[in-house]
Structure formats: structure tokens, C-alpha cells
């Protein structure tokens, strides 16, 4: 399979043609899964290449991109698996206490329905889900578990979350005063994860076509995004787009350091017939523990007791990572090789002793010692995002190696 070698770089020009294509993939993006269920590098995973590739016409990364822009897919169901490798170590249930999630009926930390309570469990290892969508206002996402579902279900304004293993539910309503939902505040579906990727191109990106593939039964091309730059910890980006649709069927993200993907996200089946809308109908079962978004202001309600199901307490689709985080947050750099960085005006992280019991040995799992003109400090590290926190409590993370960091700290004083 011989990649295609009319456009194997972008020219100044062609860099302001795929902002402008990114543009309106932004615009005509569809969400088919409900938001809440992934980490910022986390999607709905892929399926392997059947064997043999398809002959399809020559096309440019331009055209490619201008494809999935003009998607109009709306209706879809399918099942996808999701494999995640950021080289984390075994949490051995220690997640729960990280994330604050709760564990179960009775926890009182919570309602392990709470699509953040799931985030943990998508952040390594591979799981097998079953998507539908029928529009912007009807998703469902079901995470299938070992003797128990997990279902997210949008439909108008509400989102339900329901774990069937603890009997629980997760109530939150859309803002309709200016459209987003909590589905909005994380990448779901492959298209997601490609239209954040395609946010990254710009004059320090390689775009071209590579080739053809056969995806869960479709007819594909492989767009492969890659940084130029050194010092990134991405070694590229694979789009597998459907040739005759445009949506992105399969997303890869390969680590610069090489081996198993980072994420590797796609579907192994899918049909673009309209789902029946029953698919979407969700009603608490009876006896069901249900907990409304803001619980501290909704009190929790059972299925069967009187009155509205409530409703959240303000958007639920504008909180971003700086709102209610750290202030003064700030970027270094740019494009893939870019750093955030910001002062907790804390004193930094302590070591695994001074932390002790299982927290303490996660953070020593993590973390290597690092030291410059900035100081001490230690860098926490993944196969994608590393961040160094120095001991006086600065902190600067991004997809880049130890080094970048460690010389973005230096720089900084």
C-alpha cells in the first residue's frame, strides 16, 4: 500500500485552506455519542482493518479534509471498541478515590451512574460499546461491562446515565439557551478526536493521504496528520474516513517513542439507517437511586416519588478547564510542542512517603525527579501528557517529552 505522493507536505497556502476546512468541520460536526464517557484522549475505538485494501480515486489531504467538513451523516448505529494504552499502571481501585466517583448504591460520594465516574475505566485497557444516533438531540452510548451495561442516553433535553450493576441513574438537562451540553465537554466518536486533531494543523503539521483501508466494512481513505516538530510525544495521527460519507470511522494515535497506540479508536460495525426512536426512550426503573447533577442542590429522588425529575442549575455545557481551576493559566509556545503552564501557589506535589498508603505509591509510580535552573520538582508522566510540578508549585504540562518541559521551566525564570 503505497501512500499517495502528490501532497506529501503543506504549503503556506494550503495551511489557511485546512483552517478553513477545519472551520466547517467545526460547523457540520455531528455528535453521535453522548459526552461524559472519555478523557480528553479517549474515543470510541477502532476496529481492525479488514484484510485487502480498497482501490479508490487519487484524492488530496485538502479534498479529504473538505470531505469530512461536508459530512452530513446524522443517523447512524453501530459498535466500536475502544482501546487506550497511555502506559498508566494498574489502579487496583485506587480510581475511585482519585476521581471521587461513586462506587456504588449506599457510597453517599456520589452516583456511580455519573458519567465522570466512568472516565477511569475508559483510560486504559479496551472496552466494547454500542452507539446510536438520530440527529444533534438523540444520542446513546452503552459501555458494555463484565455482567453489567452502562447507557447514556440523549434525548431533547435530557441526559440519563444508567448503571445496571449498581442500579443507579444520573439525571442532567441540556442548556438549550445557547445549545451545548455536558456532550460537548469531551471528544466521544472518532470524528471528534479527528476534528480536535485537525484544531492542530497549522505550518508545523504534515498532512497527506496514505493509502486506502476497509472499516468496518466500508471503503476508506487514511489521512495521516504528523507533527514536524521535535519534542512532541505524538508520533502521528491516522484518520480512517469513510470514503463515500465522510465520517471518520477509525482514529489512531501513535506515541513518537513507538509501540501499541495511545488510543485507537473506531467502529467494528456500523449502519446509517435510522435508529428506532425507542432506542432513546429511558425511563428510571423502579426502586432506582437517582441522583440529579448538582446533588448538593437537587437532593437525590427514587423512581416512583412525586413531582418533576428537576433540572440542572445553570449551563451544563460552559465550564471549561480554566473555569474553576487554576488562574493565570498560560500557553508556551506553539502547535504540537506547546506547553500550559500555571502557578497552584501550593508547594508543589509530595513524595510517595510523605504522601503515603496506595496514593503515595501512585505517585511514585508516576513520577521521576527532575531538576534545572527552576529548581526541584517532579515529572508525572504518560505515553501522551506529561506534566512537571516543581516544588514550589508551578506547573507545566503538555504532549511533549521531559526535556521540553524541563527547558520551558528553565526558561521561565
Known sequence: MAPYGSDDSTTADETDDLRAGRRRAARYVVPVAVVGVAAATIGLVPALADSGDPDLPKISAQQLIEKIAASDVEQLSGTVKITTDLGLPDFGGLENSLTGGGSGSGSGDGSSADPTSKLTALATGTHTLRVAADGEDKQKLSLLENAAEYSLIHNGKDVWGYDSGSNEVFHATADDSDGKSKREEVPATPKDLTEDALKAVD???????????????????????????????????????????????????????????????????????????????????????????????????????????????????????????????????????????????????????????????????????????????????????????????????????????????????
Open 203 to 413: 505550518d508545523t503539521t504534515s498532512v497527506t493521504v496514505e493509502g486506502t483501508a476497509h472499516v468496518a466494512g466500508r471503503d476508506a481513505y487514511r489521512l495521516v496528520i504528523k507533527p514536524k516538530d521535535s519534542g512532541s510525544t505524538v508520533g502521528q495521527v491516522t484518520v480512517a474516513v469513510d470514503a463515500k460519507t465522510g465520517l471518520p470511522l477509525k482514529f489512531t494515535l501513535t506515541p513518537a517513542s513507538g509501540g501499541a497506540a495511545v488510543v485507537d479508536a473506531g467502529f467494528t460495525q456500523i449502519s446509517y439507517a435510522k435508529p428506532a426512536a425507542s432506542t432513546f426512550d429511558f425511563t428510571p426503573p423502579k426502586g432506582a437511586k437517582v441522583t440529579e447533577e448538582d446533588a448538593a442542590a437537587a437532593p437525590e429522588r427514587h423512581s416512583g416519588d412525586s413531582g418533576d425529575s428537576g433540572h440542572f442549575g445553570g449551563s451544563a455545557g460552559d465550564e471549561g478547564f480554566a473555569k474553576g481551576g487554576p488562574d493565570g493559566l498560560n500557553v508556551i509556545g506553539e502547535g504540537w510542542t506547546s506547553i500550559a503552564t500555571f502557578d497552584t501557589g501550593g508547594q508543589g506535589i509530595p513524595s510517595g512517603a510523605e504522601a503515603g498508603g496506595d496514593f503515595g505509591g501512585f505517585l511514585d509510580s508516576l513520577g521521576d525527579k527532575a531538576s534545572g535552573k527552576f529548581g526541584e520538582g517532579t515529572v508525572f508522566k504518560t505515553r501522551l501528557i506529561n506534566a512537571l510540578i516543581t516544588d514550589d508549585g508551578k506547573v507545566y504540562v503538555g504532549a511533549v517529552t521531559k526535556d521540553a518541559l524541563v527547558k520551558a521551566a528553565n526558561e521561565a525564570k
